[in-house]
Every structure is written in C-alpha cells, then in structure tokens.
C-alpha cells in the first residue's frame, strides 16, 4: 500500500497541473516525456533529428551569421543608400531567422556552429578592407554570388528533409534568400 501522504501529493500535483494547464517536462535520454494536462496522457517524443536535417540546421546557421556579418559590415562600408538599406534589412530578417533556428535547434537538441563557412569568412576580410562606391560594387556581387550559392544548395537539400518543423524553416529561408536576392539584382549602383 501506498502512504496516504505521497497518494495526497500526487494528487495536488495533478490538480496544479490539470487546473493551470501546464505541461510538464523530463528530459530522459535522448528523448522528452511530455505529460499533457488535457487528460494527463503521456507521450513518447523523439528529440532526434536526421542527420540531413541537422546538417541542414547547421549550414542555415551558417548562412544567417554571414547574412549578420555582411549586414553589419555593409553599415559601416556602404556609400549607397539603397545599399545601406538592403543591410538593414539582410540584418533584421537573418536575425529574426536565427533566433527562430536556434530555437528549433535547442528544443531538438543540435548544437549550432558560431562561426561562418571559410569561404564567406575570406569574402567578408576582402569586403572590410574596401569602402565607398567599390565596397557597394564588390558588396551586392558578393551577395549575389552567395545567394545564388545558398539558394541552390537549399532547394537541393530540402526534398531529403524529414521533420516538419524544420521542413517548414527551410521553406520560409529558401522565401527569405529568394527575396533577398530580388531585392539585390533591383539596386541601382549606377552614378
């Protein structure tokens, strides 16, 4: 038999549970139990994600640190101010995607790179080392080049990705890079 005491603890731990509507938790192995208020059911879910889909994970990070970096040097750089706007957006719409990227990635439980890929570590160095009208020239070309890169790859992977959720990143990255690089062919460097 049971002691009445754990029997009454238990039962005011279901009542806070089932009364707040909270969901509680524990991590065990690779793998969380969710216990659900509505109807105190437990479900197994797997926190294990393919490898495509954290290598996936892992270059998207990749290309929102560069799009960041790029954003950033573009600020300090660019003579243009249709440029210097396209920064401003590169740097806002990479940062609100990174957010949502590590937080897809901590809840599955992938560790994300925090460094960009050497070739567009190599293109940020030559970019900082120029200003005015080259930096705009040399900028939006690199920017193009890379997105064209990134987008390719990207429709290329996301036929081999399994999870729902980061099928649904993908997609709304692939949307971003696309208008990004609309946005870049449009801008007028011409004096």
Known sequence: MYDNRWLNRLSLILVVVVGCGLMASEQIGSHFLIWKAQGISAQLMTADLRSEDKAFLRQATRINLAGIEMGRLAQQHADNPAVRQFADRMLID?????IDLRELASVNGVA???TVDDMDDAAEQHLSSLSGKQFDSEYISAVVTVLSRDI???LQEKDSLVDPQVKTFAAKM???LQNHLSEAQQI???P
């Open 174 to 176: 692939i949307t971003m």
């Open 188 to 190: 007028n460097l011409a």
């Open 94 to 98: 990479h940062s609100r995607a990174d």
């Open 152 to 154: 390719t790859q990207f």
């Open 112 to 114: 994300l790179p925090e």
